[in-house]
């Protein structure tokens, strides 16, 4: 929610809640994640800090990496309203406290700042997954293992290219910049991820196969038997199981497709992945 507290709040919360149910969409996280209203405030003022939670940092990202606005039969333009005043005020936080654009030398144009939240949301994921396996006794182990490997590290890879789209680009202002990660935000991840990948002039046999990777692992998500299958594997059996073994082959195909993109193509793309990717 954006702006002051209002009474109707919860009723708004309670329709956009049944306009979901209409679409028979899967039930947000039990865990409370994305269940319940979430307040601007925290989402922009709380970053980095001792607030910021671990739901409030996967609520800021996601937003920026894969949200969308819900149409509740109002305008198309969504221009004015709280979630693009959200996503502005955000950005205006990562790049006004980023250092980097306070100085006119030796300066790439990346919003460090935001990268190394997004670098931070990722590995979060990664040391969440290995807390749930010891919380919940090891149940789901092989399909959140699977989704870690594949639509969970798509999320962190187009962070990370959002964050590479500027750099080395001296000629671009910084309220320029803002308004470029704005219309990246506002791409699809995959439609995203896949033109820049073109743009770097990556090779097509590394992009076909990390999308045909991709692409397996969908499938397997809509096969109703196949991932009740696997999700409901106990975690001592998953390494005899040829279900599991074949989405994890598959999940090794779509990272040596990233290892390839990121560290041998010699690209902007390679230099960028070292110099910020990592240290």
């Known amino acids: 929610m954006d702006g002051q507290s209002d009474p109707n709040d919860y009723e708004t919360g309670r329709y956009v809640r049944n306009k979901l149910v209409e679409r028979k969409l899967i039930e947000p996280s039990p865990s409370g994640l994305f269940g319940q209203i979430t307040f601007s405030h925290d ?7 001792e607030e910021d939670s671990n739901f409030n940092l996967s609520r800021r990202i996601l937003l920026l990496l894969e949200s969308d606005r819900i149409d ?47 670098v931070r949301f990722w590995r979060t994921m990664c040391v969440d997954f ?6 919940q006794g090891g149940k ?5 293992n699977i989704k870690l490997r594949m639509s969970r590290k798509i999320i962190f890879l187009k962070g990370l ?16 910049l803002k308004l470029n990660l704005k219309r990246i935000i506002s791409v699809k991840p995959l439609d995203f991820i896949v033109a ?23 499938g397997m998500l809509n096969d109703n038997r196949l991932r009740e299958h696997i999700q409901s594997l106990p975690m001592e059996d998953v390494y005899n199981d040829k279900a599991f073994l074949k989405a994890r082959e ?12 990121f560290f041998y193509e010699d690209t902007p793309l390679k230099q960028f992945t070292i110099k910020y990717g990592l240290f």
């Not at 709280?82 to 980023?98: K, P, Q, T």
């Open 43 to 49: 989402l922009i003022h709380y970053i980095g800090g």
């Open 140 to 144: 789901k182990w092989a399909l959140r």
């Open 130 to 135: 290995a807390y749930k396996q010891r919380e």
């Open 250 to 261: 598959n999940a090794h195909l779509f990272q040596q497709a990233l290892d390839q993109i």
């Open 196 to 218: 820049e990948l073109m743009r770097y002039k990556i090779h097509d046999r590394w992009i076909v196969e990390l999308l045909d990777a991709y692409d397996n692992f969908l």
């Open 72 to 118: 509740l039969g109002t305008s198309a333009d969504s221009s004015g309203t709280a979630y693009s005043r959200v996503i502005f005020g955000i950005l205006e936080r990562y790049l006004s406290n980023d250092s980097a654009f306070h100085s006119a030398h030796g300066r790439d144009n990346v919003p460090r700042f935001l990268l190394n939240d997004i």
């Open 161 to 176: 290219l959002m964050c590479a789209s500027s750099y080395q680009n001296p000629d671009i202002s910084v309220e320029d």
